[in-house]
């Protein structure tokens, strides 16, 4: 894909489109993948309350359709965020507190999201309630590894019996 504006994480959307985090171009996209690559390109999202995201880096679907991703502010690590998008297109931000959000994934139940930070260098986990929104307040410490290696946790995938 020529001049994808930092297209990072991808998830192939039960549409058959491909969801594409844009770094660079600040959005959230869907696209029709056709035999000479993209095409129907689509924002879905590219800003909340009036201001542009800063770094769309991770995306993922639930069962229901609901879209997931990170945005991440790797600079200032302030502003970072994970946000929602309902099937109906209505957009939330809904977890404000990690600092470097980064790889995300929803349970193949649709009952739980997970979110790597990279400052923290920890999965988390929560609650996905009926709406789709989570209570960050909730939020619990899935994986916390005991070693030196301190990579980036980053994108994610779970199996058919559901191991992350």
């Known amino acids: 894909m020529d001049q994808s504006q930092g297209v990072n994480g991808t998830h192939l959307s ?7 985090a844009q770094a660079y171009g600040h959005n959230l996209l869907s696209m029709k993948i056709g035999p000479q690559g993209p095409e129907d390109v689509k924002s879905l999202a590219n ?6 995201f800063n770094q769309p880096n991770d995306v993922t679907e639930s069962p229901s359709g609901a879209i997931y991703f990170t945005d991440p502010d790797f600079g200032g690590k302030t502003r970072s ?3 929602y998008l309902s099937p109906e297109g209505k957009l939330s931000r809904i977890i404000t507190h990690l600092k470097v959000p980064n790889g995300i994934l929803v349970s193949n139940d649709g009952k739980t999201l997970y979110v790597g930070d990279s400052f923290e260098k ?15 307040g909730q939020v619990k410490i899935f994986f916390d590894p005991e070693t030196g290696n301190q990579n980036d946790p980053d994108g994610m995938c779970a199996d058919a019996e559901g191991n992350l």
């Open 81 to 83: 965020a994970v946000y």
């Open 47 to 52: 800003g909340f309350e009036g201001q542009t």
């Open 14 to 20: 039960r549409s058959g489109r491909l969801l594409g």
């Open 122 to 136: 920890r999965i988390y986990s929560y609650e996905i309630k009926p709406d789709g929104l989570v209570d960050q």
